[in-house]
């Protein structure tokens, strides 16, 4: 399944990652519990985690890769494929659908000309769907990169996307 | 004992056990998936639903899952309340959204426990219209194949691969709908019991790869009650043949010995049966194919002309085929075939077991011990099924807490998720990393002179008594002292030890420690390398050397060899000399060896799967394994080549010979009440061997002649070659197959236990034939502490599941995974002899005269000094544990491979 | 100064981007701390919030002291390397349509650290975790620096406020998934499991994390702790208008004037809330109905308006308070479509552990999505009922799937002819 040797030779975690998985230990009981804060840390160094990157991060946990992919498969916000420099998350859940997510939806899928889950060409945008965001009195919504975006409009992506 | 009512019915039941295994227990039908007889409850499947009443006015009660509802006294409860009824047939429909339905060309097919509860719930009419979820299949090596569309999701392979047997490389992948039970990439399975995947899986998913290549359905197997050969655990295995092959092993639950699982050497390793190596015709000069009557003719001839006879048995070999031999030649010229160190070891074990006062435990008694120590074994290796009852053993400190925050014990997940590090103490002293390093609290390398010296001084911290080695390091001191602590404190300590090191002083000082040991519940086991080595023990007879001498001197001429490759158990050198010193060499065996090649007369034996007899297992319990099927004339069981040049017809039947064994050795007494004998009738019949729906019988050899050949006769055992007889009878522990009405997998065994997880109704197979006495001196040789001699090497052999045992090589998909041949250095030993990883190293006996080049592999848990050799040494090298050697880094540009020199 | 009756959002003000430590203390902040570790034992701060009448705002409605009360005090001292009891903050608010702890979080985070440390000291627990969902950058930003904030001032680490009690808290930041909610499957996500649900029992308060005694309370419910200590339960009772106590956080969403989140009295009137707070239906748009807290919650009807927004009077409704936050189904929303997208969500949440869960919602889905696009036929909706039945309450392993049938189990009772008008057209369909 791996890729021919065109692929960067993967050269280890980092010492800032590893540091910081290494920091998260000290404040459980044990190592495994650090799963998935090390996944995270990994993906906000390189934005997603590699096959390469999770087997070494099962090493310093102690865990097997299958270990580890188990856990992180099981959550929506560890991505084990590459997404675009900014992940934007549309709020698809009850509210914001009756409020108009769907329209924003497509607006944004237009723009970007990208299918849900894509990463647009540019490798600027990736645009998946999220759960609910806790913000349903400002309906429609979005989560762009780290950032709330309330109230959106068509005009709010356009202002999102520069365009 | 609570009395509970089940749908108006009155029954006793153990109080806080599971209702569902309970219900099981007392015949009644109520479906399940995700909970396992020995891995409790999760209530994941939702499959064991049922109405529990509140009261005895309560009319309408509560649906709950059986499976997770303890026994009260006076409960109330119902499966057939057509609530329950439905919910669980609609929890079936549920399961089935996404199933395939391809059971016409599923392997599970007619053993499948998802067919029979789907049949059990009455779901029948599929109302789902939508599309079904799909997920692509992995490689998963030699031994299983993998079928995810047919996931019904229950978890319970990772529950037993990962949480049972410790495996890691087989997980749960996503979530909601989309769970994908599998690998993190291709690959065959890590774990020594991936096998029981196939029995664990309630479906189709995992399957056995080696049936499926020549696959017949559950009922078309003739099948026999059998024992494992590949190891000296006596596991109970239940082989299935048809069309004169053996087609697969599945588990023959024994509720003493190894319960629901197998390992995969005794699961796989069948193949040898079937292979083109097979001996199957008598053979003379190694060339001439003879007849049977010729063979016969000759057979006796010898011994008319011979001018001395001397019969070296085997320990793979029943008692009775060994005892034949040794009749045949008389006591005073039977040699039990060991290598000459293993038959000190093992008539020492045999004196320990009987004499030492110290009780032997069964596996499922290990799995009680709440202390181990593990001197000088890699288990997994040596004894695999034994590893894994002490990976449950590891588990008791974690039930006794539960029990002190009434947590029940098969509350699986509820125990499981308690402080995950409490674990009973397990300590291993070993020569290197072991396969259950993972469960260990404390982990010692050494030589197996260092590793009896720490047994010794463990010995002498438990008991002052005990003798101490004169000198002993602080570091040494510390860890005995806390081995000794822990296993003091234990109620039931177990200490484990074995042939592996071949040491007697290890062996010596597992005594010491035992019998220093406080607790009355102390257990005290070895394991011991074949399926008869204790058997044989118990026979005992004369030293292979001693052999090799009386013909070498002249004193015999002729020898038999029964089921014995001498080329295993001594240098090559001497056994050339010893055959071809003999006037005269017979040798009965089933597979081509080296040994083989040198008789004048070659006899075809029978396998366990085409013959019957007794062994005697590590824990000296005697079992008697049955033929599966007829072997193809002219091959004979290795008793009938042998009684058949006697005159005595008494002897002449398995029986008489088995009886004449038992009166010959009073340890032995009690093996002729192993199994009932050839005259067993139930209403007029023998056991059947087949199914009652084998099909086929009048068809199956109508390619070659309508007329339908007639069965076969067996004169020799309580079974037939045929699908004609009551089985409703049997006791369980001669029943062939297991099966009951609506339950035609092997969960079916649920219906013949004494309460889930029992003993079997009616008893399991086996008998243990002694049961510890007295007490014996200390022992007292301590050896010194191994020193690394400059530029000398201390050989190591290290034991493999895949690769140690040797008719198990045989089957090819064993073959497949035996380990690759590595000489295993210390990285300071590597560095001193500029060697790294691959650089090719040739080694030197003693006479400094080169033996073989391998490939070096560091090691870092091996002590400097010793040389660790993994995977099956080339035939005709033998190097024995603690040989020393010399070793020279070859220059680099020798080819990458074991060249050897002799 | 204090405002009193609304004393959670008493520090969420235009005039401030959200509450320093020094804006909490002007207005009472860690007084209640003060008192508690000065003048009373962990068993006392117990019997206040248990007489506080206090229950949890995740959704449950489990009364908050009570579920301390039985957390095993036996072995009560911290004895290292690790704490013997943990306190674990609920912060995965992913419920759809609510939208409160990430207000009280982002807004006034030392308010929810008081809280936290009062539990701990109730319970003597040596740690205590925020389970934060993964999205909420800003609210994790905010509590990072209030716990250091906290730290500096002496309110939290050892020796907290010159007393023998130590605690550390951890901020954790989930990775999705709406079961972590679950307070099991949020043990197991803590430690760093797949985040399927435990059986119960043993319940958390005896073997939670890593198998030690665990008290697991949502944001909200602990950030009404420190105001109980301070104020006192007979203030806090007073605060409610009917049997309930203690003020809650109510929203609304949908298609209302002002949708919105307001800090009001427990039993307020359903009506005021949705009239007067978010100021009615948008012009053009009627009630047609309203989940009263949270997507997991049954419609109730505008004939349902005058029930009190407390537990008894909303379950006496045939729906539950859940989180408080309501949905609104106005007219001009297809319900059977709302219901869709309700069990797309559950579908793809449901953890994958039990089977009616796992295999019974996305047949849901199916079926419903056959209905909408013409595809149903009249017996979907009785597979559609037994669905319902299937997977009740108790039925399934964790409350998911229950949850997830409460919507679709009122819609069919209450909009039966919107589900039907879809199978009409169908049969004319057909017919053609
Ligand atoms: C599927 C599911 C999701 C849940 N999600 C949350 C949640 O996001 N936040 C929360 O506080 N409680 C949630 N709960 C409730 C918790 O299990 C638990 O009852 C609660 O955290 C207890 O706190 P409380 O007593 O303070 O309300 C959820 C329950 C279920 C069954
Ligand atoms: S109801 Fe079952 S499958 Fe669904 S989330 Fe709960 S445990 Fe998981
Ligand atoms: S067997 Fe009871 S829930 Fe699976």
Redesign the interface.
Known sequence: MKEPSEKPKFEGLSTEEIQEINAEIAHYEDKSAVSIEALKIVQKHRGWVSDDCLIAAAGILDMSPAQLEAVATFYNLIYRQPVGKTVIHYCNSVTCWMLGAEKVREHLCRELNVKLGEMSEDGAYTLLPIVCLGACDHAPVLMVGDELRLDVTEDTVSEILGR | MAIIEIDGNHYEAPEGQSLLSVCLSFGLNLPYFCWHPAMGSVGACRQCAIIQYHNAEDKKGRLVMACMTPVADAMRISIDDNQARRFRRENIELLMINHPHDCPVCEEGGECHLQDMTVMSGHTVRRYRGQKRTHANQYLGPFINHEMNRCIACYRCVRFYDDYAGGKDLQVFGMHNNVYFGRFDEGALENEFSGNLVEVCPTGVFTDRTFSARYARKWDLQTAPSICIHCGLGCNTAPGERYGQLRRIVNRYNGDVNGYFLCDRGRFGYDFVNSSERIRKPLLDNRTEITQQAAEQHFRTLFQTAKGVIGIGSPRASLEANFALRALVGEENFFPGFNDTEQTLLSTIFTLLRNGGIHTPSLREVEQADAVLILGEDVTHSAPRLALSLRQSARNAAFELARRMKILPWQDAAVRELKTQTQSPVFIASARATRLDDIATNIFHGSPEDIARLGFVIAHCLDNQAPAPESMSDAEKALATTIAAELKQAKCPLVVSGTSCSSLAVIQAAYNIAKALPSKDKQLTFAVPECNSLGLAIMRGGRLQQAFERINEGLADSVIILENDLYRRAPSQKVDLFLNSAAHVVVIDSLENETAKHAELLLPAATFAESEGTLVNNEVRAQRYFPVYAATEPVHGSWQWLTGAMENPEWHHHDGLTAACADAFPDLAAIEQVAPGADYRFKGSKIPRQPDRYSGRTAMFANINVREPPPPQDLETPFSFSMEGVTAQVPPALLPVIRAPGWNSNQAINQFEEGVEGHLRGGDAGIRLIEASGTLPWFNDIPPAFKAEQGQWRIVLLPHIFGSEELSLHSPPIAERQPGHYALLNPLDAQALGAKNGDQMEISDSTEAPVITLPVQIEKTLPRGLLGLTGVLPKNLQMNNSDHVTLKKVAEETENHPEIYL | MEKMDKPLTKNIRPDLAFATVADYESTGGYQGLRKAIRELQPKEVQQWVKDSGLRGRGGAGFSTGLKWSLVPMSDSANDSP?PNRYVIVNAD???????K??LLMEKDPHQLIEGIILTAYAIQAGAAYIFL??????AAQRLDNALLEAQSKGYLGEHILNSEFNLKI?L???????ICGEETALIN???????NP??K??HPV??G????PTVVNNVETLCNVPHILNYGVQWFKELALGADTGTKLF?????VKR???WELPMGIPIREIIEEHAGGMQDGYKLRGF?PGG?STDFLLPEHLDVAADFEAVAQAGSRLGTG?M?ILDDQ?CPVQ?VL??EE?F??????????C??????TV?LLR?IINGRGRIEDLD?LA?LVR?MGP????CALAPGAMEPLQSALKYFREDFERYMVGNKLLEAD
């Open positions: 690790h608010e992913m419920e759809p349509g609510t939208f702890d990430r969902r993964g999205e909420y950058h800003l951890y954790h930041t989930s990775a999705g998934r709406y996500a803590l430690e760093g499991k797949r985040a435990r059986a029992p043993p005896v073997s994390l890593w198998g030690k929203g609304a969403s949908g298609r949708p919105g989140l989940l997507a936050t949905v929303t709302m997208n309700l969500f579908a793809q949440e449901s953890c994958g552990w039990c089977t009616p796992r295999d019974g919602l996305p047949w199916t056959d597979i037994g299937m108790g039925n399934t392993f």
